[in-house]
């Protein structure tokens, strides 16, 4: 049995996964990646990714790419009931928001691109910054110490090596084998129903017309279920439901019942369907006790099952992985305590749990049952996804703030410590810059027009903590700073004053604020301190 190392080990080459080592890699972090089956997914699955992901895609160089591939998805944001296809429209709803309405909030729009387009742009991309990628090779077991985590991996001939790490990720999903062999327990409200996606082939044009879909409903004598259609026309996925109490199981889902199924579906007769392939999947509400177990971090669907209405979970599962990936990057750069890997689960564990109720209830909602308490307890998509406020972790809280709820609308938040960083267009020799595309490397410090003593505060604590900060003032006209707000917007929206500052996290998370100014002999120090803080040193 051969033997080699890398510094991060990730178990699944998924979604998830995949998204994680192109975070590591673009923190110049040695991983490698060994997923059992031969390739990227070959199910559509998760189809939307709302503008916070594509924000976090557009930090690694992948939203263009992206969007290129989304294109032909762009008119599909229609949810509608049928009878069938081709039969009575029961209701029909324009629902999904991501695109101008959104543009003081954000420069990213909506992605509407099934998993099994967007993870061959991860895969290359990770490929492209240095991720060891190894399809085709199995995680068969694991142990780990005080200084790492030795792996048996299997390849695709059966030949097993050990592979040494630093750290172990597990984004190996629900059924995570990594999770049940550290023992550690999930909890919730458990399965919720099993479901079976048919992926199969079919000539939508003449059913559909000029009509475009999201998500399509149907109820029918013959099927009830969810169906998706791509933007070829050609292929589809029909998502039904299967209830082992009354004796129904996968073996009934047979090419000629799946045939049968979808055929109902569309609702045609002379639309002829291949059967691609089955996946069977369970719906939950689950979330794993702890996200960080020793030198083993759990993200994605491993960490927590959400259900899908609403599209919550492939997107939580990013955002795990920005958010994990810059801090194994400072741990195994040595500039940061391994304790900052603890406010990994800190942060994101909360967000879990909270997302994963939100799907709950979005399934009540959607589905009629919903209490009056569920439809006031139920919050729109980007307040899910943009608006959290981490209650603790790798942040500074500032001295007699009011704590802010876990969630809530992203425009009330003024670059609070624990939010994400607001987007603020400012200008550079006249060319707009967005303050999110100053992020994603290492820290950033914004300082207002009064402000640029600032900078020798950075270039004083970076050094002192082996840390790179980046300074940017930001003022009204360019004979005061670099980066010009000519909308005058930068000061509200980070809620600081013009001698203020404002320090941002690698993954676009404000970490500290000085709302007003300090003393230039004492912002050094303050600067430093804070940083101490957050790196746990």
């Known amino acids: 049995m051969s033997n080699s190392g890398t510094h991060v080990l990730i178990a699944g080459g998924s979604l998830v996964g995949l998204s994680t080592a192109v975070f590591l890699a673009h923190h110049n972090v040695p991983c490698t990646v060994v997923e059992r089956h031969p ?36 008119q599909h944001k229609t949810r509608a009931g049928v009878v069938s296809l081709a039969g009575e429209v029961l209701f029909s709803k324009e629902e999904l928001a991501g695109g101008d309405e959104l543009a003081d909030l954000t420069p990213s729009k909506l992605l509407l691109l099934p998993q099994d387009r967007l993870e061959p742009l991860l895969r290359a991309r990770a490929e492209k910054l240095g991720a060891d990628l190894r399809f085709g090779t199995e995680l068969v077991s694991f142990t780990q110490d005080g200084d790492g985590v030795s792996a048996v991996v299997k390849d695709e001939h059966g030949v097993e090596s050990t592979l040494r790490a630093d750290y172990l990720v597990a984004a190996d999903g629900p059924r995570s084998t990594v999770r049940e062999a550290l023992g550690l327990r999930r909890e919730g409200r458990g399965v919720l129903s099993r479901h079976v996606s048919i992926a199969f082939g079919a000539d939508f044009g003449a059913v559909l017309g000029e009509r475009r879909y999201s998500v399509v409903h149907v109820k029918n004598d013959t099927v009830m279920g969810i169906l998706v259609h791509d933007d070829t026309l050609t292929e589809g996925t029909l998502i039904v439901g299967y209830d082992p109490e009354k004796g129904e199981s996968l073996d009934d889902f047979t090419d000629a019942r799946c045939a049968e199924l979808v055929s109902a579906a569309i609702g045609s007769d002379t639309v002829e369907v291949t059967v691609r392939s089955r996946f069977p999947w369970d719906m939950a509400e689950l979330v794993t006790e702890r996200f ?107 001295a007699g703030a009011e704590p802010l709820p876990l969630t809530c609308d992203p425009r009330s938040l003024r670059g609070e410590p624990g939010t994400r960083a607001p987007y603020v267009v400012l200008e550079r020799d006249g060319v707009p810059v967005s303050t999110l595309d100053l992020f994603g490397t290492g820290f950033v410090l914004l300082a207002g027009r009064d402000g640029g003593s600032w900078g020798r505060a950075a270039a004083s604590a970076g050094p002192a903590l082996g840390v790179d900060i980046a300074f940017h003032g930001i003022g009204p006209t360019a004979e005061d700073t670099q980066l010009v707000d000519r909308q005058g917007r930068w000061n509200d929206a980070y809620g600081v004053r013009a001698g203020g500052a404002v320090l941002v996290r690698p993954d676009g998370v404000v970490a500290w604020r000085a709302p007003a100014s300090l003393p230039a002999a004492e912002q050094g120090a303050a600067l430093e301190a804070a940083l101490r803080r957050i790196l746990g040193r």
């Not at 992901?53 to 939203?63: D, F, P, Q, S």
């Not at 308490?373 to 972790?393: F, K, L, N, R």
């Open 39 to 74: 390739g990227t997914s070959i199910h559509p699955r998760a189809v939307g990714y709302y503008p916070r992901t594509a924000e976090l895609l557009r930090t690694v160089g992948v939203e263009d790419a992206a969007k290129d591939a989304a294109s032909g998805f762009e």
């Open 292 to 398: 960080v177990q020793g030198r083993v971090l759990i993200a994605g669907d491993a960490a927590h099952q959400i259900p899908p209405t609403g599209g919550y979970g492939a997107n939580t599962g990013i955002a795990d992985a920005f958010n994990l990936s810059w801090k194994l990057a400072l741990v195994l750069k040595g500039v940061a305590a391994p304790s900052l890997l603890d406010t990994y689960h800190e942060e994101r564990w909360p967000v879990g749990t909270y997302t994963a109720r939100q799907g709950s209830l979005q399934l009540a909602v959607r589905s009629g049952t919903a209490t009056e308490e569920q439809q006031a307890a139920t919050d729109d998509a980007m307040t899910v996804t943009m608006g959290q406020a981490y209650p603790s972790g790798a942040f500074v809280h500032e």
